[in-house]
């Protein structure tokens, strides 16, 4: 007997209807990036501008100097580029000059300029409750990483607000040191001997060079202060923590011992103090017996002089004695100190502290046979190898081509001078052999443009023409070549 659940049964083949097969077109909106004139390197870099045009047309009202006539706008804008980029190479005497309403410009330059745009500008934006997009913070992540050292928007917020506060405190207490020893001087009122301290505390702390207490007939302005150890240290002081770097200082006031700080605070302590030492040594051999120097003081003066001559002529500029009257050993190594300059994220100039120990430790480590450049037991990885070979060639050939401008500029200055201003100016540091008044309109400029350029940096130019970087997803077959 059949089983009825066994009979065959029909089999229905379903076909796909023709409105089911029609191709449909999926459409997205495109992806909205932020201009990329309106990225945060190109915003820093037209900020900049913007305070040096109106800072520069300002200092060339009548109002502005003492002679109540309108500044050349060479004198004006080469001012005010100095001011803005805390450099402090100046065409005419600050002090005598300008009037009080010029030098508050300057001051208010010198400040800005000092604390970093960026920092500024985000401390602002977080006044007024203002909030980054989320491409805004991923076009921001390499910029930021590498000049103030924080990754994300949410670092810098949290440092730019205890930043400010901690750089407004060192202003402050600075001012009230230095108040101490210059009251009354040269019949000084209580109201300008503050603003004369004030100005001299954020122009040392912001590494500035600037100075409008009054001048000696011949030499710097500091050099009435040769003798005078108590306010060198001070000064001295607000130069080595406005140099180290913002995320230095915070990483020593948390960790307070040494072995428990980071890799990048090591190789800044160590490194810029093997540096302070090695300047301090050049000035001491150097010019201990140079009458026009360090011979022409006190045996007592020599060593405060030489210490605060290495802090202060590798990233600030003030002096006390004349580097147009040092020894040619001295230009050449503190040209060298100057390319160099302070930490990251610091007021001050140069291709960087870290960019030179990173490439010493890659030589280090080269010799001792390592693979890898190695630090403090630490590997550096290798990008950052790579960006500071590329940060210090491009300084290099910067200073090159601007020194070789010049000598064609300004034929009659001798070449070591001609490289000492342009290192220091390229670098932000202010120290001058005392050529830059007797510079060509042309020659002026150039130290324009190498002012603007060493403060922005070679590493935000690169950011500015390529935001953020492309991780490659594949590699050349390697091939050995022949060195040495």
């Known amino acids: 007997m ?19 097969v029609r191709r449909s077109v999926a459409q997205f909106a495109p992806d909205r990036r932020p201009a990329r004139a309106l990225s945060t390197p190109y915003i820093l870099l037209l900020g900049f501008i913007l305070l040096i045009v109106v800072g520069g047309l300002l200092l060339a009202l009548p109002i502005a100097n003492h002679q109540n006539v309108i500044t050349s706008l060479d004198i004006s804008f080469f001012t005010a580029i100095s001011a803005v980029t805390v450099t402090g190479h100046t065409v005419v005497p600050t002090s005598t000059y300008w009037s009080p309403f010029g030098q508050g410009i300057i001051f208010v330059l010198m400040l800005v300029g000092g ?61 009230v040191g230095i108040f101490w020893q210059v009251n009354g001087l040269d019949g000084m009122s209580l109201g300008e001997s503050l603003w004369n301290s004030t100005f001299l505390s954020v122009s040392a702390f912001n590494n500035a060079g600037l100075n409008i207490l009054p001048e000696l007939p011949t030499g710097s302005s500091l050099a009435r202060f040769a003798t005078n150890p108590i306010l060198l240290f001070m000064t001295t002081v607000l130069i080595i923590l406005g140099g180290l770097g913002w995320t230095v200082l915070l ?14 605070a090591k190789l800044v302590v160590v490194t810029s103090l093997i540096l302070w030492g090695f300047g301090a040594a050049v000035l001491l051999i150097a010019e201990f017996s140079n009458p026009e120097t ?38 050449l190594a503190y040209a060298g100190l100057m390319f160099i300059g302070g930490g990251a994220g610091s007021v001050a100039g140069g291709i960087k502290v870290v960019t030179f120990a990173v490439i010493v430790a890659a030589v280090v480590s ?56 342009t290192v220091s100016a390229l670098g932000t540091t202010g120290a001058s052999t005392g050529i830059v008044p007797d510079l060509s309109l042309a020659g002026k400029v150039i130290f324009m443009v190498a002012m603007f350029v060493g403060r922005l940096g070679p590493v935000t130019l690169a950011l500015t023409l390529v935001p953020r970087e492309e991780a490659t997803v594949y590699r050349f077959v390697r091939e050995r070549v022949k060195i040495g």
């Open 251 to 264: 990483d020593i006031y948390r960790n307070r011992r040494f072995r428990r700080l980071g890799l990048d």
């Open 366 to 421: 080269s010799l001792r046979g390592r693979s890898h450049a190695e630090a403090f037991g630490r590997e550096i990885h290798q990008s950052q190898l790579h960006r500071a070979l590329a940060v210090a060639v491009l300084g290099v050939a910067i200073a090159t081509l601007l020194v070789a401008i010049l000598t064609l500029t300004d034929p009659d200055i001798p070449f070591v001078n001609l490289l000492f201003d």
């Open 2 to 20: 059949l089983n009825r659940r066994s009979r065959p049964r029909e089999t229905v083949i379903r076909q796909t209807r023709p409105r089911d």
């Open 294 to 331: 360090l011979g022409g003081l006190a045996w007592s003066d020599r060593v405060p002089g030489a210490i605060f001559g290495s802090a202060s002529g590798r990233t600030a500029g003030f002096t006390t004695i004349d580097f147009g009257q040092v020894k040619e050993i001295t230009k």
């Open 115 to 175: 604390l970093g745009f960026m920092v500024v500008s985000t401390f602002l934006l977080l006044v007024i409750g203002q909030r980054s997009t989320l491409q805004e913070r991923m076009m921001s992540s390499g910029f930021m990483r590498d000049t103030v050292g924080m990754e994300g928007m949410q670092g810098l917020r949290r440092i730019g607000r205890n930043v400010v506060l901690l750089v407004f405190a060192f202003y402050v207490l600075g001012a």
